[in-house]
Structures are given as structure tokens and as C-alpha cells.
């Protein structure tokens, strides 16, 4: 009787006992702005870390180290921010709102209502709005990714989001990691941001104000009714991701942050 090697059957044993490599993560959104050219931003997901770009403008989380770095590749510059400069500035922001706030109040009504319309969009900017997310009892396929549909209402308008259950997309457990600590560090550093920004939260358990899965396609109309602004998933990928993605490039100066020091 012919003898076997054992060489492959203890690899293919040893295999089967090593755990499976986590999968990066890559998506293309496209994104549509009133009087702007349309986008498509590139988002690289790897464990503790978060790459965002598209054209010169680049963002970059580390979970790992608690900062959020703002990479502008045609002026190679980039700011650093970490927990305690955005609590920082979100303690600033708060500061001019009551202030400006506190100036409105000893204005004569008609003058004081003038102002508050003219201000109206930089005050939005500076604090969290309310919303309220309701289900549309609609679902849909966008892409290839089964989708539930939800209205979004909030003090800018109404924003028609179609999400998908992260489960169906099949995002890695890491990916689904590095976006909780992305929202964690938002929340802790300007309170509300997180509910702004799309892919900040917690997807595995959403508050009642955020939709419950991942943004597939998002549609904002301000309060008259006309879109401004569109958010789509085209493509989603798993595999590996380069590690400088997640870097400062080489010889890129630091720059202070608006207002900062």
C-alpha cells in the first residue's frame, strides 16, 4: 500500500484551526450637491480605522489613536484633532451660539426676526437639530443591496434614506467595530455630530432618532421641497486595503485648525 504524506493533512488541519483574516472594507459613494459637480467619495474600512476621499480632500480615523486627521493633498497640509480639540471646539461653537443668541433677545422683534432668518443656516451648523425617522413600509433593491425606505424630518427639510441591514451587506465585524468607535469618538468630542455624519454611529444598536441600517441612498429636500443633496452607495467591496491608507503622508505639514492655536 502506497504511503500518504501527512504534509498536507496537517496544513489543511492547521488551516481550519487558524481564525479567519479580517476583511477590509472599500465603498464607492457618489454624492450630488445643489450648483456642484458631482463626486465620488472612496471610503476604506479597516480595523480601529477610517479613510475618507475624494478629489484633494481626505479625512482619516484612527480609532487606535483617538484622533481624526484633515488631509489636503493638494496644499500637503493636514490638521490634527483629537478628543480634547474637539471638545474644544464644540465648547466654542456653544459658547458663540449663546452669545449670539443672548443678542437677539434685546432686538426689536421685527429686527430680531430678520436676523434670525439670515443666521438661520449658520446657527444649524453650530448645534444638533431634532429629527424624527419614520419607517415608509417600503422596500426596494438600489444597487444590488435590499433596502428598507425611511423619511427623515428634521429642521432643514425632509430626507428620503433607503438602508440596508449591515448583516446583508456583509460587513466584516472589524468594519462594524471601527464605525461605533468613529461615532463614539464624535459624540464625546462635539455632541450631536454623530447623528450628522452618516457612517458616525453605532449600527449594531441606532437611537430612535437614526435610521436603523446602513445609508444606501440618502435624498435631503429643504423645506420647500427641492433636492439638495444626494448620497448613493455605487459599489461595495471586501479585501485588503493598503496600510498607508490610513497614514499622514510623507512630508505634509501640520496646520493649526480654524480658530485653533
Not at 23 to 36: N, S, V
Not at 156 to 182: I, N, Q, R, S, Y
Amino acid at each position: 500500500m502506497k504511503k500518504r504524506s501527512l504534509i498536507p493533512i496537517l496544513a489543511l488541519g492547521l488551516a481550519s484551526l487558524t481564525p479567519p483574516a479580517k476583511a477590509d472594507l472599500t465603498m464607492e459613494m457618489k454624492q450630488t450637491m445643489a450648483k456642484e459637480k458631482e463626486a465620488v467619495e472612496t471610503i476604506r474600512v479597516a480595523e480601529h480605522k477610517i479613510g475618507m476621499g475624494a478629489g484633494g480632500q481626505n479625512m482619516v480615523f484612527r480609532g487606535d489613536k483617538k484622533v481624526l486627521w484633515i488631509i489636503d493633498t493638494e496644499k500637503k497640509t493636514y490638521t490634527e484633532m483629537d478628543e480634547a480639540a474637539c471638545k474644544a471646539m464644540g465648547e466654542q461653537m456653544n459658547g458663540a451660539m449663546t452669545q449670539m443668541q443672548e443678542a437677539l433677545k434685546g432686538m426689536p422683534a421685527e429686527q430680531r426676526a430678520k436676523m434670525e432668518k439670515m443666521m438661520a443656516g449658520k446657527m444649524k451648523g453650530m448645534a444638533p437639530s431634532k429629527q424624527t425617522v419614520k419607517p415608509m413600509g417600503q422596500k426596494k433593491t438600489i444597487n444590488g443591496f435590499a433596502c428598507a425606505g425611511y423619511t427623515v424630518s428634521g429642521s432643514t427639510g425632509e430626507t428620503e434614506v433607503w438602508a440596508a441591514d449591515p448583516k446583508v451587506l456583509k460587513l466584516d465585524a472589524a468594519a462594524m467595530a471601527a464605525f461605533k468607535e468613529f461615532a463614539e469618538f464624535m459624540k464625546s468630542s462635539i455632541p450631536g455630530m454623530e447623528r450628522v455624519a452618516d457612517l458616525a454611529q453605532d449600527f449594531d444598536h441606532p437611537r430612535e432618532d437614526q435610521v436603523p441600517g446602513f445609508p444606501v441612498l440618502s435624498i435631503h429636500k429643504d423645506k420647500s421641497g427641492k433636492e439638495d443633496f444626494r448620497s448613493e452607495l455605487i459599489k461595495l467591496t471586501n479585501g485588503s486595503v493598503e496600510a498607508s491608507v490610513f497614514e499622514l503622508p510623507a512630508g505634509f505639514t501640520k496646520t493649526a485648525m480654524p480658530g485653533g492655536k
